[in-house]
């Protein structure tokens, strides 16, 4: 989709993209940095598992996760440090940073590495770290994940969610992953292992997959993935 068709301020901007299978990707947010562009933002081959076959009839998951970490860069160290990879992160400031080609297998998510491609959201999550922040991120109360309260916590900016969001999208219609959320039968959003997670397409938390894991709770994904334009 030409997104300059759709959007006539696009045309009078530079248009942004993404790497998918060694091609770019028109995206519609104003902040994006790739590897290739910047090639300090990429991640070690010996990091992840890298292909030269597309792996497109394969992907069919979008997981969303939190990096525990103050920002992209820190969160980039501890990616290199840990030998983990990611193939996104979205800075504090709404910039989307792309760290490796989505065809690429990324170590982010033991269990659907093979089929999915993750993003890491920045968020040091504890409110201890509230003071860190200018300006004040949001407090998120009440948050519940795995039948627990594990609120207060600190919050994804707008400007993340708005990025989340587009950069979701992006993905899902370029790699034809269902814009489709866990439920449960009243159409609310599963705060935990989802059963079904390895038969399940769409877009999922880290918390989805795993017992051990909360991020990232009190995010609506929902809303990330409604369909605006209705």
């Known amino acids: 989709t030409d997104i300059r068709k759709q959007d006539p301020v696009a045309k009078k901007r530079e248009v942004k993209h993404i790497w998918c299978n060694g091609q770019k990707v028109e995206i519609n947010w104003p902040k994006v940095v790739t590897y290739v ?3 300090k933002w990429g991640i070690p081959k010996k990091n992840m ?3 030269t076959s597309p792996r497109d009839p394969n992907i069919d998951k979008f997981v969303v996760h939190w990096d525990g970490c103050f920002s992209t860069e820190m969160c980039h160290h501890v990616l290199e440090s840990r030998g983990l990879s990611v193939h996104f992160c979205i ?7 792309q760290l490796m080609d989505t065809n690429h297998t990324a170590w982010h998510a033991r269990g659907v ?4 491609i993750g993003v890491e959201v920045s968020n040091a999550v504890y409110t201890k770290h509230a003071k860190k922040y200018k300006p004040a991120r ?14 207060p916590i600190l919050g994804f900016t707008d400007e993340q ?12 219609e370029r790699y034809k992953i269902p814009l489709a ?4 039968e009243k159409g609310e959003l599963i705060k935990g292992v989802h059963g079904p997670w390895k038969t399940f397409k769409g877009v999922m938390a880290h918390y989805h997959l795993n017992k051990g894991k909360t991020d990232p709770a009190g995010l609506d994904l929902k809303e990330v993935v409604k369909d605006e334009t209705k």
């Open 91 to 97: 800075d504090n400031d709404g910039t989307i940073i």
């Open 49 to 51: 598992r890298y292909r």
């Open 113 to 116: 590495n093979r089929n999915s």
């Open 138 to 151: 949001p407090v998120w109360k009440d948050v519940e994940c795995h039948g627990k309260q594990i609120g």
């Open 161 to 172: 969610v708005k990025a989340l969001k587009v950069l979701t999208k992006t993905v899902c």
């Open 37 to 39: 562009e910047e090639s």
């Open 181 to 184: 959320v866990p439920l449960n």
